[in-house]
């Protein structure tokens, strides 16, 4: 067996298609194809099976998954033991609203102290899955349930009914509120839950999939939006309504083969100490 071939099952396991996995690795598609292709047949066995949305590990490639990225992280290993720096791709998933409206600068500081650790950042509102290596790295808004990942409570959400000058006004003057929520697909989501319990008459003017939009809408007065604390202030303010909507718990979510010092072990020590910094805002 030639670990390469190892090397290049990771990663198409990871990226879920030939041309992501391609571009990751600096080489073209066949290559990829042809390195799988040849470990399939070294183990005797089909490890990845193609399908609509992309390249999903079989049940035997499952467990040849864990055996490679123990394999990529004990080569990690010897590489920092010769005294160089972590390096590598670490791909983290959250919420848009927590990706795209709180970590990104942050995320420039973590590069600029570890340059060779390139960092993808993937907003996605399904939760990517750390066994199956879709992600390395897991913010997530639940505390998880089951699953043999390593869990740590980051910081408690504070979320609030929030509104811009204009509409706190009308607000004041007596008009009955009018809000910005989340379209059919998401009405699962706990806040879009809470405000159909708690204003069940309540007149929708805009929905849409995401707090980065409703933060939007709402700055541009087309109503009322239940947002979180960090996204919403202090650019909008808050309406005390007759009841606050509940908080959430932000939990990040890593594997146990993530060893002290390497790429993956880094970021989640950063954003640690990020979250402790920045607990004020939340």
């Not at 290596?133 to 897991?138: P, S």
């Not at 000058?165 to 009405?187: I, K, S, T």
């Not at 708690?198 to 007149?203: E, G, H, I, L, S």
Request: proline share 6%.
């Amino acid at each position: 067996m030639d670990w390469e071939d190892v090397r290049f099952f990771l990663a198409l396991a990871r990226h879920g298609s030939l041309s992501a996995a391609a571009r990751a690795l600096r080489v073209n598609h066949a290559t990829v194809s042809r390195r799988v292709t040849a470990l399939e047949g070294s183990l005797g066995a089909v490890l990845l099976e193609r399908r609509p949305t992309g390249y999903v590990p079989t049940e035997a490639g499952n467990k040849v998954l864990v055996q490679a990225a123990a394999m990529a992280e004990a080569a990690e290993g010897l590489r920092r033991g010769g005294g160089k720096e972590a390096s590598g791709l670490v791909r983290l998933t959250a919420t848009r609203s927590l990706g795209e409206g709180f970590l990104l600068p942050h995320l420039a500081e973590f590069q600029r102290r570890h340059a060779d650790i390139d960092v993808e950042l993937i907003s996605d509102s399904r939760s990517m899955s750390l066994a199956r290596f879709e992600a390395d790295l897991a913010l997530r808004l639940a505390r998880p349930a089951d699953g043999d990942v390593k869990a740590l409570r980051l910081a408690t959400l504070t979320f609030g009914l929030y509104a811009n000058d204009a509409w706190r006004q009308r607000l004041a003057d007596g008009e009955p509120p009018c809000f910005v929520g989340f379209d059919e697909g998401n009405a699962h989501i706990p806040e879009a839950a809470w405000l159909a319990r708690r204003f069940p008459q309540a007149r929708l003017t805009f929905r849409v999939s995401n707090h980065l939009a409703q933060r939007d809408a709402v700055a541009a007065g087309m109503g009322i939006a239940v947002l979180p604390r960090f996204l919403a202030e202090p650019a909008l303010r808050r309406w005390d309504g007759p009841d606050p909507p509940p908080d959430r718990e932000l939990w990040m979510l890593w594997r146990p083969d993530a060893a002290p010092g390497s790429a993956t072990r880094l970021l989640a020590d950063f954003l640690r100490t990020l979250f402790m910094e920045q607990k004020g805002r939340f």
